[in-house]
């Protein structure tokens, strides 16, 4: 029997494909067709494709040519699957021309001649569900962000209002786009927002712009009032709108597969998590900075973020130690006691320190060096050293790349969908930074 293997996203399966897995299952008497895998895709900036990878592999099972569909998730993989099932014939269309001649030493290669006029690609241009995306807030990284959109294919920019003018003018300019003074125009002009204010703002910008019908991204943490945040949740669901916690670092690649790997068991169960997020920024006058800039209200999302995502909100306990330059919090410094396990955070604004985090568990330890929140690294840890795992998965740009597209896929979309990320975690956060705001703390 000759088996042959091939490997494609198949997004939005179109005839291309259908005669691409039709030759190829010719070569042979038995098809494996090898489907990437989402995380995959976004490792190797694929960042467009349209659907999740469950409905591609039944797309593809769907069209009854192949004997068998594996899922493929990281690079190297191809030499892998070739010997584990015993592979003759591994094939590809021909825009790959030369790209696998490698795998001849494991067995033969053939380039298939590649259907014209039709690709996934023209199919998502053609589908464009465009998002049109305003910007609410002049602070950083509101410009990052509207550069970042350019390599999100599905959302486009439409313009720029609230801040301070100058500087949103002066964004607007670099950018290519306009600053829009009147807000009515401003949501005229748009379906979506991405929102970065301060965060004694964020409640009135949300709620607005949700009255207004308008999917809305803010940068987390997103409120300060547990009771606003659940406000805000109701009124978003009840508009069947988008309302998104925007913490890049949710979605890079190393972040979500360290997510994976805690979750399967790989430390055993996680008894102890130590976050630390500081930044000492040149040209910055910390005496006189406003209260709801200090380093918990700014850093508080990163750092509840991993917390809150393995241990889960429902701490028992909390102790917070802060020091203070006037109202502003330089140094925060907290401990949440849960049943079993407890988690330390540490934000600080205007000192600096080692930015890590580490995730103990019962049978080793997760050690992700600085900047943990930009990471593309972390090692698994055990007592014998030499088991050490080191993990590696790149991102592109900036990173924020990823958060917009997740937010833009979301749009539209039913319920479970739309929702996943807004709820628990955001109330959590709005809880304890109310708690904080109310002078619920030790001063040292
Ligand atoms: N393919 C083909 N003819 C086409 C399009 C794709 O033979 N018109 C082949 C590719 O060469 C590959 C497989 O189908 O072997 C899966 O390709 P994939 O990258 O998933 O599809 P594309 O349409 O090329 O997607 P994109 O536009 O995102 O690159």
Redesign the pocket.
Known sequence: MVKVI??????ML?Y??I??LRNARELGDYLIVGVTSDAFDRSRG?LNVRQPLLERVEAVRATGLADEIIVEEYEGQKIEDIQKYGVDIFT?????VGKFDYLNEFCKVVY?P???G?????IRKNTNVTVRMGFIGTRNPAQRMIRECEYVMSIEVAGITGGDAEEGKKIAQECGTEYIEDREVFYEKCDSVYIVDRIDSHYDLVMDALRHGKNVMCEGPVFIRRKEAEEAIALAKEKGLVLFDAIKTRFFPAYQHLLLLIESGRIGEVKDIDVTFSQKLAHVDYENLNKFEGSLYDLGGYLFLPIFQMLGTDYKEKQIFTSRKNDFDVLTKGILRYDGAVASFTAGLGVKTEGQLIITGTEGYVYVPAPWWRTDYFEIRYEDLRKTQKYFWSYDGEGFRYELLEFATRIGNPEEVRDQYIGNETVAIAGLLEDFCEGVYHEF
């Not at 590809?92 to 790959?96: F, L, R």
């Open positions: 091939t490997y494609g996203t198949y997004d179109h291309g494909h005669n691409l694929k590809v269309g021909s825009d790959w298939l590649r259907t014209e039709v690709s996934s690609t023209e």
